[in-house]
């Protein structure tokens, strides 16, 4: 009995995971992910960057163009940095939220918590792999590297 229930509640649970990924809310102006914030005081990318110099933390806002967004299931984001540096790694607190692929090209405020980090190879190759890049983009990928990461409570569509 106990082994049937326990599959009952599996099921139950994928079933309700389905559908409120299917429930996100397409990416227009205004639309908050998340905790709902509002843009009052965020600070461009540019901003955040030149802050590193003298803290290893950053707190609050921070605006910017997304670039890529998880295809599995929407449970991140990356952020435009200037010239070719790697984008901004965007993760959502507690895993506790998801957003649209069409947030791709939209300007967004995303609130939360920034810090340089080492990415480890495997991480890397994890993200490669949910933003749909080939096995080829995939191998090349041997090395850690030094990376913007924000763990976000909430984003919040400003363009």
């Known amino acids: 009995m106990k ?3 326990a599959i009952f509640v599996a099921v139950f ?7 409120a990924q299917q429930a996100i809310t397409p ?12 843009k009052k005081g965020a600070i461009s990318v540019k901003q955040l960057e030149q ?12 605006e910017g163009e997304v670039v890529q967004v998880c295809k599995k299931k929407g449970c991140f984001l990356t952020i435009k940095r200037a010239g070719d540096q790697e984008p901004i790694m965007v993760r959502f607190t507690d895993y ?9 090209g939209k300007t967004v405020v995303v609130e939360g918590k920034a810090k340089v980090k080492e990415t480890t ?7 490669a792999e949910d933003m749909g890049k080939s096995k080829e983009e995939i191998a090349k ?19």
Do not use: C
């Not at 649970?13 to 559908?19: F, G, R």
């Not at 506790?96 to 791709?104: A, N």
């Not at 190879?121 to 993200?127: A, C, G, L, M, N």
């Not at 090395?143 to 919040?156: C, F, H, T």
């Open 13 to 19: 649970a994928m079933i309700s995971i389905s559908q």
């Open 121 to 127: 190879v495997e991480w890397q190759k994890h993200y």
């Open 141 to 159: 990928i041997t090395k850690p590297r030094k990376d913007i990461s924000v763990v976000a409570d909430g984003v919040l569509v400003v363009k």
């Open 96 to 104: 506790s939220y998801f957003v649209p692929e069409d947030l791709v």
């Open 27 to 38: 990416a227009k102006v205004g639309v908050n992910y998340g905790k709902k914030i509002d």
């Open 3 to 5: 082994k049937l229930l």
């Open 51 to 62: 802050s590193f110099a003298k803290a290893e933390s950053f707190n609050g806002k921070i």
